[in-house]
């Protein structure tokens, strides 16, 4: 009887830990520091030229199946926004900035302001609204 009590405490335990992962993943949540406080990207350090509004840094592997789906919105999004680009880091090769931002898991995305600062951060598999919603709020729409 003891080990179905036990079965039935990792299943509630699963289920949880389920349903707030998908509460949870894909939302853009922000950064709150002050601007001068607010952690950094320059072009120099990702190798690519920024966004003149915003710039989408996107941490991937390549065994991670979120990981392309989001970039395939990523890439849709910023083809609509000539202000706004994308790039695409592989998390395994730049261990430095994985670090440096606290990256545990793949995709992360970190969307940043025309300054580089970082001003939002996505962690799982990214939702349309929620990437808009977030790019409104830091770059104004292209007219």
């Not at 966004?51 to 989408?56: I, R, W, Y």
Request: aromatic share 4%.
């Amino acid at each position: 009887m003891t080990g179905v009590w036990v079965v039935l405490a990792a299943v509630a335990v699963a289920l949880g830990f389920g349903g707030y992962r998908a509460l949870t993943d894909g939302r853009a949540r922000v950064v709150r520091q002050p601007a001068d406080q607010a952690p950094r990207l320059d072009a120099e350090a990702l190798g690519e030229p920024l966004g003149g509004q915003a710039t989408f840094v996107q941490f991937s592997a390549t065994v991670c199946a979120p990981c392309r789906a989001t970039h395939k919105l990523l890439t849709e999004v910023t083809d609509r926004r000539p202000a706004v680009s994308h790039i695409d880091i592989n998390a395994e090769t730049r261990l430095d900035l994985v670090e440096r931002f606290g990256i545990t898991r793949t995709p992360t995305v970190l969307l940043l302001d025309g300054t580089g600062a970082v001003r939002h951060r996505i962690v799982g598999a990214a939702r349309r609204d929620e990437v808009l919603q977030a790019l409104d709020q830091v770059a104004a729409p292209a007219a």
